[in-house]
């Protein structure tokens, strides 16, 4: 076997190698990964329901309802607007009318089913996603 043909089988096996090794990477990394939507980009994908998503938007007023432990209201983005679902403990700084990041899963009866939910921690923070998704719907009212 000649000098050049020894090179270009080692090449070969780090070729392999190197792909073997990025295609694990973005299989694990496909289990992990959370895209962020607001409702109108949340409602329009066919996939949603099988995916863990973060939905953000503002909490639309007059919409939270408590039973016990269970909240439900619903994040608009001024365009659509969908009914989330959450058991658990809400932040303290959850507000009607207030930025919310909800992380969950769509139901399929077509609300959100929220594991965590996120509010913002002071007047002039947004989430830079949620602040992107209004500004593209015309909600945004930067602090005056």
């Known amino acids: 076997m000649t000098r050049r043909r020894q090179r270009m089988i080692l090449l070969g096996v780090g070729l392999a190698a190197v792909g073997l090794a990025a295609g694990l990477v973005l299989a694990a990394l496909g289990d992990t990964l959370t895209f962020f939507y607001g409702p109108t980009q949340l409602l329009a994908r066919a996939d949603a329901a099988t995916h863990r998503v973060r939905l953000g938007g503002l909490v639309e007023p007059g919409s ?3 039973d016990g432990a269970v909240v439900r209201f619903v994040v608009t983005d001024g365009s659509a607007s969908l009914p989330v679902r959450y058991a658990g403990v809400l932040p303290d700084l959850f507000r009607e009318g207030q930025g919310v990041v909800c992380e969950g899963r769509m139901s399929p009866e077509g609300g959100f089913v ?8 002071d007047e002039k923070y947004m989430p830079p996603d949620v602040a992107k998704v209004l500004r593209e719907n015309g909600e945004w009212r930067p602090a005056q």
């Open 64 to 66: 939270v309802q408590r």
């Open 114 to 121: 929220a594991e965590t939910v996120l509010a913002k921690h």
